[in-house]
Antibody, heavy 119, light 110 residues
């Protein structure tokens, strides 16, 4: 079955950096786009970033453009999110999500990892 | 900046019917935005209910249905049950590589 397991979360000071990782299994990773979706404490979901299957085409929500970079390693079945210049408003649970490959939806989600940006 | 709108909260009686909507601050929602609806309970990852406007995801009870009503996407729950009490989110695919979630609706069943 599809499994997505995030790691790398924690507490970081404003202006700092953090790299999240998502280990994927149970499907042919190299044939699906992948997303990061975040959720601030007590708030709604926010689509954050998307990477296509070849890893060359990447897309971001406006608030993280220039600060976050999404990566994938199809040989290791991993998805990463490099987060730089972190702000308190980046505090959230970050979910790794698999693109369904059709109808522009996220069909499987990880359990999420908490990132806290605080001094 | 385009904002996707949802009712912040809604209440329904057990056995009742409720329709949650998903709109745009500028323009109308159409099927070309591939509306998807997710259900989320506290501490859990979201679960897909409806995708491509009205297609029910595998295992989702048929009391959940999706549609376009006027200029909005809609999620209707017919015969609400206690365990339908959750947060509901719509998401629209607004442009190439660009998704926007609504703010979510907190549904209370009482």
């Amino acid at each position: 079955q599809v499994q997505l397991v995030e790691s790398g979360g924690g507490v970081v000071q404003p202006g700092g950096s953090l790299r999240l990782s998502c280990a994927a299994s149970g499907f042919t990773f190299s044939t699906y786009g992948m997303h990061w979706v975040r959720q601030a404490p007590g708030k709604g979901l926010e689509w954050t970033a998307f990477i296509r299957i070849d890893g060359q085409n990447k897309y971001y929500t406006d608030s993280v453009k220039g600060r976050f970079t999404i990566f994938r390693d199809n040989s290791k079945n991993t998805l990463d999110l490099q987060m730089n210049s972190l702000r308190p408003e980046d505090t959230a649970i970050y979910y790794c999500a698999k693109d369904s490959g059709s109808y522009y939806r996220f069909d499987y989600w990880g359990q999420g990892i908490l990132v806290t940006v605080s001094s | 900046q385009t904002v996707v709108t949802q009712e912040p909260s809604f209440s329904v009686s057990p056995g009742g019917t409720v329709t949650l909507t998903c709109g745009l601050t500028s323009g109308s929602v159409s099927s070309s935005y591939y509306p998807t609806w997710y259900q989320q309970t506290p501490g859990q990852a979201p679960r897909t209910l409806i995708y491509n406007t009205k297609t029910r995801s595998s295992g989702v009870p048929d009391r959940f249905s999706g549609s376009i009503l006027g200029n909005k996407a809609a999620l209707t729950i017919t015969g609400a049950q206690a365990d339908d009490e959750s947060d509901y989110y719509c998401v629209l695919y607004l442009a190439t590589g660009y998704w926007v979630f609504g703010g979510g609706t907190k549904l209370t069943v009482l």
